[in-house]
């Protein structure tokens, strides 16, 4: 379904790989304009999505799938390349897996969940991106090292409530007990 906030979500989608080419070139500070790009693509197709009344099924697949594309694409290149630790991608890339893994077993098995990101999980995804920002513009370790430790534990905590909230979601047999 064409939507202008569909349009700009595909559009977001493709500047994965401009900035995962100044990336790979070294050039951090060309890929932190494109970052941030992205981000203010991501809240104006929010935004248009609420004022045309423009919410779309496929919107609300493809928004979330396009910030994890981004996000996940850029944590793996910026470990890849040296510029924060690899273990914060392994826990970023993860979580998603495990969150979207999720979500197709509660789709194939039981119900369709509803996308609607917790409050944890905003906090989460604002740390990620943050820490994110500060590492392509070439911020010193030392400096970054609070964030990486900080956004690791929102990562994990975040993927365990979504484990949480996947129990709970899943339907139970008759006379066993709830989770």
């Excluded at 789709?107 to 943050?130: D, G, M, R």
Aim: hydrophobic fraction near 55%.
């Amino acid at each position: 379904m064409f939507t202008w906030p569909n349009l700009i979500t595909v559009l977001r989608l493709l500047l994965i790989p401009v900035v995962v080419i100044y990336l790979l070139d070294g050039k951090r500070e060309i890929a932190l304009i494109f970052f941030i790009l992205a981000g203010v693509s991501d809240a104006l197709d929010g935004f248009l999505a609420r004022v045309l009344h423009q919410k779309s099924p496929l919107g609300a697949v493809l928004d979330p799938l396009a910030d994890k594309f981004l996000l996940d694409t850029l944590y793996v290149i910026c470990a890849w390349k040296e510029y924060l630790p690899p273990f914060l991608a392994v826990l970023v890339v993860s979580r998603d897996v495990f969150i979207v893994t999720g979500f197709l077993i509660l789709h194939l098995f039981a119900t369709t969940p509803e996308i609607n990101p917790t409050l944890l999980s905003k906090a989460n995804t604002v740390f990620q991106i943050l820490t994110l920002a500060l590492v392509l513009a070439s911020l010193s370790p030392a400096f970054l090292k609070p964030f990486y430790y900080f956004t690791a534990f929102l990562t994990v905590l975040s993927g365990l409530h979504y484990l949480y909230l996947a129990f709970k979601a899943f339907p139970h047999r008759p006379g066993s007990p709830p989770p």
